[in-house]
């Protein structure tokens, strides 16, 4: 019964045909096409979802600025009390949520629970913040004033997410952005829109409980045709986008010209250097992890090894004889490390990187290749494989979205330093030392050039409380902890004269 994903659905309210177009409780029939959603554990049908039109679309953002006026007058505590109590939802649902995750997604059972406890934590960090929405006060230079500022809800924030953290994401943006008093419309990814439902579906049973209006919570479905839908409205003063660097472009470049907001989270090229100082254990585990975890399908998976000449070899054959141990197979089944790619043209996409690495003069380290037989029927999986290559290739250059490890040499830290940020991407980054010179020049200005960067721990994953994001190709947005929740919020600069006098600024005189 693969592991209880059947019972798991029904609690989930997801039938075999579902609507696509929800204002919370309300669901829109549009007649229209159906995607259809397949696992890559086992290539079967888990559901069909029908297609957001434009006219429903239309509704949507109807309800949704219907939904604002009131949405927005609420007390930020009070909106942070229904975050909580959708974080409790979620508690209840966790493990439900967390399978069908990774059945559809097709990481690990485990990390299918992980993402969902992030967005438990992240409702809770939410709840706190309600209270918190802090602005500044100045001192005026003119006599008898007084000058703050104060933080404003934006409107509706539309979110446009990745197939691979197909709910957190979702959860990074609409905590926030509820407690700041925006409503959200979400377009998930097509690649997984079931695990959408089931959200929406949690979302829209605890809104309804304190009589919330329709609109607080919106959900749209479709391909990038529906999210254009969105980068291109007026009325969505903020697109939160997170994919790929392809799509970010498209994005920025549409909700740019209307001079809306856009927050983007894109691709990474995520590097580890391992010093000649570095405890080789922690720094074998970190780098493992990073670069075959949910089968190298994370935006923070370690694409790139720069390992010092003294401890190259053994880093290599260390490394190499641990992915001999790797189990690969059904992520529901805990036994397994890694899980399937996403789909066939992912598995394209890891073929073709690996003909381009051995063209291009890469040395073949761990054989990759596709797995077949009892248990890979789906044809999603794949071996991970490690190549030595040249920083400079341009499949290097490149985000793979699979998992194939380059690995390269240095001499001098500043070399490895330079080839670290030698990408056009800037994520999130590692060192392994235990040196406190090489630790803190890696984190000065003079080094990584990425939004995360750790010491002796690997780049994958992050915690809630930081802000996520990166620089250069990976679009600049910050989501999640830190003040992140000032992208969902508009400052109001205010001058409070409480005198008789009308004193200019810069001592300007205007008398008549
Ligand atoms: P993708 O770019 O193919 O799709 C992402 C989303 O964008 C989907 O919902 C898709 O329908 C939509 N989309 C595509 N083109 C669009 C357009 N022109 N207008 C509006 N919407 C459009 O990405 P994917 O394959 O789902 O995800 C993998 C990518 O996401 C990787 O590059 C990964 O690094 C990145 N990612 C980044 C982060 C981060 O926080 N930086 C997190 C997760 C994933």
């Not at 700041?180 to 829209?204: F, M, N, R, T």
């Not at 190298?296 to 290599?316: A, F, N, P, W």
């Not at 690495?357 to 789906?378: C, F, I, P, R, T």
């Amino acid at each position: 019964d693969n592991f209880g994903i059947k019972e798991a659905l029904q609690r989930l309210q997801i039938k075999d045909e579902n609507l696509g177009t929800s204002t919370g409780n309300d669901w829109i029939d549009t007649n229209g096409e159906y995607i259809t959603s397949s696992s890559p554990a086992d290539g079967a049908v888990i559901a069909k979802v029908q297609v957001s039109s434009r006219e429903a679309y239309e509704q949507t953002i109807s309800k949704a600025e219907d939904a604002f006026k009131v949405w927005r007058k609420m007390p930020a505590p009070q909106r942070g009390e229904i975050v909580r109590q959708i974080g409790n939802a979620l508690r209840e649902r966790k493990e439900d949520l967390g399978k069908l995750v990774s059945y559809e997604m097709g990481k690990s059972y485990q990390e299918g629970l992980g993402e969902v406890q992030e967005m438990i934590d992240i409702c809770d960090f939410a709840v706190g913040l309600s209270r918190q929405l802090y602005g500044l006060t100045m001192h005026s230079e003119r006599p008898g004033h007084r000058m703050y500022e104060q933080w404003h809800a934006l409107g509706i924030v539309g979110i446009i997410s990745a197939f691979n953290f197909p709910v957190a994401v979702w959860s990074w943006n609409t905590m926030l952005a509820w407690v700041c008093g925006d409503v959200c419309v979400w377009k998930p990814s097509e690649k997984a829109p079931i695990s959408a439902l089931a959200c929406q579906h949690i979302a829209a049973s605890v809104f309804k409980a304190n009589d919330l209006p329709e609109g607080i919570s919106s959900l749209i479905i479709g391909d990038y045709k529906v999210g254009e839908y969105l980068s291109h409205d007026p009325r969505v003063p903020l697109v939160s986008a997170t994919g790929s660097t392809r799509m970010g472009k498209l994005v920025g470049e549409a909700v740019g010209a209307r001079l809306g907001r856009s927050l983007l989270e894109l691709g990474g090229n995520n590097a580890i250097i391992i010093t000649e100082n570095a405890d080789l254990d922690i720094a074998i585990r970190g780098a493992l992890f990073g670069a075959v975890g949910t089968c190298g399908q994370r935006c923070t998976s370690t694409r790139r090894l720069i390992i010092h000449e003294s401890v190259y070899d053994e880093v290599k054959n260390r490394l190499a004889s641990a992915y001999t141990k790797l189990v690969i197979g059904n992520p529901l089944d805990e036994k397994n490390h890694v899980g399937p790619l996403i789909d066939k043209d992912a598995v394209e996409g890891y073929l073709g990187a690996i003909e381009k690495v051995k063209a291009e003069g890469g040395k073949e380290v761990v054989a990759g290749g596709v797995l077949e037989g009892e248990g890979y029927e789906s044809g999603c999986y794949v071996k991970p494989c490690i190549y030595e290559a040249e920083n400079h290739f341009q499949i290097v250059q490149h985000e793979t979205f699979a998992p194939i490890l380059y690995i390269m040499k240095y001499s001098q830290l500043e070399e490895a330093i330079q080839k670290h940020n030698g990408v056009p991407q800037g994520l999130s980054s590692a060192i392994m030392t235990t040196n406190m010179r090489e630790a803190e020049l890696f984190l000065s200005v003079a080094g990584s050039d990425c939004g995360i960067a750790n010491v002796n721990i690997g780049t994958s994953g992050a915690e809630i409380g930081g802000a996520f994001g990166g620089e250069k190709e990976t679009g600049g947005g910050r989501e999640s902890g830190s003040d992140a929740w000032k992208a969902y919020m508009r400052r109001q600069t205010n001058t409070i004269n409480y005198t008789t006098e009308l004193p200019l600024a810069q001592g300007i005189k205007f008398d008549i």
